[in-house]
């Protein structure tokens, strides 16, 4: 199976990041391809909502979506892996995730897998309330199977998210596809 990992931190070498290599480490472990995608470096512009593309691409936009959505399209999993910014994705990955818009009829007719990888300095259960909401709505919509997520609570920084459980629960994630 081949897995897209849309990482959407700007901080290549955080949290995010290793909860990241965890989940392609123990998907890898299973014998599956994976690939990792660092949206906050991509040159990707917002949704314009012109609807040209009419929900099935072309985009008006000619920017790093074309390759991203060759690469999405070329997935048989999607997992979407954002740090928390005021209990929601990170922009950058929103941005992304807008721009699904052009490819929405062959991302729905794929039925791809996804799963959901998150962290948060914040530990309150109801940190990822709102995220999760978001996911689940997404999923729902293009009619995808959610494998999983990781939410990791307390994963403010690269030490805080090494001594939880979190990186251990990415990779058992990635290893039971």
Not at 35 to 62: F, L
Not at 66 to 79: F, G, H, N, Q, W
Request: glycine share 10%.
């Amino acid at each position: 199976m081949k897995t897209v990992i849309l990482q959407g931190s700007p901080n290549a070498d955080g949290s995010m990041a290793m909860l990241c290599e965890a989940f392609a480490s123990g998907a890898r472990s299973a014998g599956h391809e994976v690939s990792r995608v660092d949206v906050a470096q991509a040159d990707v512009a917002p949704c314009t909502g012109c609807v040209a593309c009419g929900y099935e691409g072309p985009c008006a936009q000619h920017d790093g979506m074309d390759a991203l959505r060759r690469e999405i399209l070329s997935a048989d999993m999607l997992v979407l892996a954002t740090p928390l910014y005021y209990y929601g994705m990170s922009a950058q990955l929103k941005i992304v995730v807008d721009r699904f818009c052009s490819a929405n009829g062959s991302i729905t007719a794929k039925r791809m897998k996804c799963a959901l990888l998150a962290v948060a300095w914040n530990a309150d259960g109801w940190t990822f309330d709102a995220l999760e909401a978001h996911y689940r709505t997404l999923v729902r919509y293009l009619h995808m199977e959610d494998v999983g997520m990781v939410l990791g609570y307390g994963c403010g920084t690269p030490g805080m998210t090494q001594r939880t459980r979190y990186p251990q629960a990415a990779y058992d994630l990635g290893a039971s596809l």
